[in-house]
């Protein structure tokens, strides 16, 4: 089982990044996946969950990227993404794919200035 993350990167504040994370070694169907992060001093925090049972789909959100960021998942390539707009200098962080139960990608690194 595999997380690889990507799409890090340099940004200015206001700017937009997508990361992006292949599973392998499962499918994502099903399966609840999303991102955490990971400030330097801080603990890691969840930024955004996404889960898909048999009925339908549930989303989450830290409140600190609600309408800024957003979570989506294309399971014919058992990929979930992470759409971040506007991104503030607070959002700077190692960024970690997740996936149920307890599944974590190599994380990949956020940095937002000027």
């Known amino acids: 089982v595999q997380l690889q993350a990507s799409g890090g990167g340099l940004v200015q504040p206001g700017g937009s990044l997508r990361l992006s994370c292949v599973a392998s070694?499962?499918?994502?169907?099903?399966?609840?996946i999303g991102w955490f992060r990971q400030a330097p001093g801080k603990e890691r925090e969840r930024v955004s969950c996404?889960?898909?049972?048999?009925?339908?789909?549930?989303?989450s959100y830290a409140d600190s990227v609600k309408g800024r960021f957003t979570i989506s998942r294309d399971n014919a390539k058992n990929t979930v993404y992470l759409q971040m707009n506007s991104l503030k200098p607070e959002d700077m962080a190692v960024y970690y794919c997740?996936?149920?139960?307890?599944?974590w990608g190599q994380g990949t690194q956020v940095t937002v200035s000027s």
């Open positions: 997740w996936a149920f139960p307890n599944f």
């Open positions: 070694g499962f499918t994502l169907d099903y399966n609840a």
């Open positions: 996404i889960s898909i049972s048999s009925s339908d789909a549930r989303i």
